[in-house]
């Protein structure tokens, strides 16, 4: 992760300012359709967090823990993202 770390930082920064943009439009009375627009776009934005995060552990720390023979944990936790990212 360490060298996705600088982008994942400024990626969630941008998420933050879209989020308080987000809450000023809501306290504006902005038309829903527009807010509604803004937070999917907040959803997608960190689903592409999601994706650098999960591509990042498998190519780390998944591997690493096959290659010491901790298989099993390394499956659950494949799993376990994978059963969170179809909700």
Request: charge should be positive.
């Amino acid at each position: 992760m360490n060298t996705s770390k600088p982008k994942l930082i400024r990626r969630l920064k941008i998420i933050e300012g879209q989020v308080r943009g987000l809450q000023d439009m809501i306290e504006k009375g902005t038309y829903c359709i527009d807010v509604i627009t803004q937070t999917s776009a907040v959803k997608q934005a960190l689903s592409g967090i999601e994706d650098v995060m999960m591509e990042d552990h498998l190519g780390t720390c998944a591997i690493r823990q096959i290659k010491t023979g901790k298989e099993d944990k390394a499956k659950e936790e494949i799993l376990k993202v994978y059963r969170l990212k179809r909700k």
